[in-house]
Nanobody, 123 residues
Framework: QVQLVESGGGLVQAGGSLRLSCTAS????????MGWFRQAPGKEREFVAA??????STYYADSVKGRFTISRDNAKNTLYLNSLKPEDTADYYC??????????????????WGQGTQVTVSS
């Protein structure tokens, strides 16, 4: 089992920045893929970014490419959110899986999830 805890959400003005962290505990050695998803009110959960734990390869949704950066360090990954827009407002969730996921952008592919952290971007 892997437990994930997110932190770092908050309220920021458009154009501002935030840093979200996801700390893993438990069988962290088994993690192969970690990702971030977000869910706005009334919308489905959508992919934001992911990273391969061994290689460090990163993947981004087109909507955040060039603005968000994902990195990892030991049992923690960090999502840097820059040039934030009101449409980035959502609950952000960290996810992890012990497999080398081919469906890295699909929420249903991940086994482990954090409780979420809220990001609100005011215009």
């Amino acid at each position: 089992q892997v437990q994930l805890v997110e932190s770092g959400g908050g309220l920021v003005q458009a154009g501002g920045s935030l840093r979200l962290s996801c700390t893993a505990s438990g069988r962290t050695f088994s993690i192969a893929t970690m990702g971030w998803f977000r869910q706005a009110p009334g919308k489905e959960r959508e992919f934001v970014a992911a990273i391969r734990w061994t290689s460090g390869s990163t993947y981004y949704a087109d909507s955040v490419k060039g603005r968000f950066t994902i990195s990892r360090d030991n049992a923690k990954n960090t999502l840097y959110l820059n040039s934030l827009k009101p449409e980035d407002t959502a609950d952000y969730y960290c996810a992890a899986d012990p497999r080398f996921l081919s469906t890295i952008m699909v929420a249903g592919a991940y086994d482990y999830w954090g409780q979420g952290t809220q990001v609100t971007v005011s215009s």
